[in-house]
């Protein structure tokens, strides 16, 4: 059985951590608090560690209120796409902004651009996106994580 890693945020420091999920317990790297992972939050669970890593240091640059600047700087711009590989770019991309919290249409068009994708055809990956549970509409006009993501 592969190993399923969660990503949480401390309580008392706001420091994102990455810990294998079957733990029931952890310390924060960050304050040192331990931390009770039957009743956290978790942000995102996978299976890849480099996932892990990336959706942790997205939520510590999200509660630190420096998202934009992190987007900016720290994720590189992805190759150019080769055939039947953007559908699992523009999925990847919208789980990582839905393990986020909730974004508008405008939000994942700028992330399509910043990410070499074509942003017109942001209304036609957003559709698929919902008719394959990957993202459920909670609101009109904001995404959220679907039960397929």
């Known amino acids: 059985m592969p190993r399923v890693l969660a990503v949480l945020a401390c309580p008392r420091c706001r420091h994102a951590k990455v810990c294998d999920s ?78 986020l919290g909730p974004f508008d249409a405008q939000r994942f068009t700028a992330e399509l651009s910043g990410a070499g994708l074509d942003p017109s055809a942001a209304d036609e990956h957003l559709a698929r996106l919902l008719a394959a549970g990957v993202l459920i509409e909670p609101r009109r006009g904001r995404y959220a994580a679907g039960p397929g993501s």
């Open 22 to 99: 079957t733990q029931k317990t952890t310390t924060c790297g960050h304050c040192s608090a331990k931390l009770d992972l039957r009743v956290l939050r978790r942000h995102v669970e996978t299976e890849s560690a480099d996932e892990a890593q990336r959706a942790a240091g997205l939520l510590n640059a999200r509660l630190a209120g420096r998202l934009d600047a992190f987007l900016e700087e720290a994720v590189p711009v992805a190759p150019p796409s080769k055939p039947g590989d953007q559908a699992t770019r523009v999925r990847k991309l919208a789980r990582d902004l839905a393990a």
